[in-house]
């Protein structure tokens, strides 16, 4: 609308904020779309690397470890120990989930190590894509060759009239 529609009707222009259209910016960027994505493909790998902490290593380690039930280890610092640490909590005890603790530890190990290694790849992938740039220069196009020519014509017709140096 314009002003003077402004004036007649009693309303006031509105300018939208800056800050909003900086905003609107921003996510409508690629990165921000990219960034949704992996935080997707992460919880679905984070729920893969939990199933291979508690249900493949967890069970090892607790027939190395004697039997133990690794993932229900726990200590009781106040209150009646039951049979589960999900049931002791119930019960009101306060405790140290020294096992649920290992298996966060497990688990963040085996996220990081996966992380080094996508990103060792993806460095190297940047560093071969660099490489093929520089090697593949593209050679002079039909304007700048002929522009070449032309060069080298002048400086052969100055050359052959110009007078012998002394």
Avoid: C, H, Y
Wanted: aromatic content about 8%.
């Amino acid at each position: 609308m314009s002003d003077f529609a402004n004036k007649i009707t009693g309303r006031i222009p509105l300018k939208e904020p800056s800050w909003l259209k900086e905003f609107k910016s921003f996510i409508m960027r690629g990165n921000v779309i990219d960034l949704a994505v992996g935080v997707v493909i992460g919880a679905a790998f984070t729920a893969i690397v939990t199933s291979v902490v508690e249900d493949l290593l967890n069970p090892i380690v607790g027939i190395l470890m004697g039997g133990i039930d690794f993932s229900n280890l726990f200590v009781v610092l106040f209150g009646e120990r039951r049979a589960s640490l999900e049931a002791t909590r119930q019960g009101g005890a306060s405790v140290l989930a020294i096992g649920s603790f290992l298996n966060a530890v497990i688990k963040f190990v085996i996220v990081g190590f996966a992380v080094f290694w996508l990103v060792k790849l993806l460095s190297k992938m940047q560093a071969s894509q660099a490489v093929e740039k520089a090697i593949a220069k593209p050679g002079p196009t039909a304007s700048e060759t002929l522009l070449a020519e032309i060069r080298d014509e002048l400086k052969a017709q100055r050359g052959a009239g110009a007078p012998p140096a002394v």
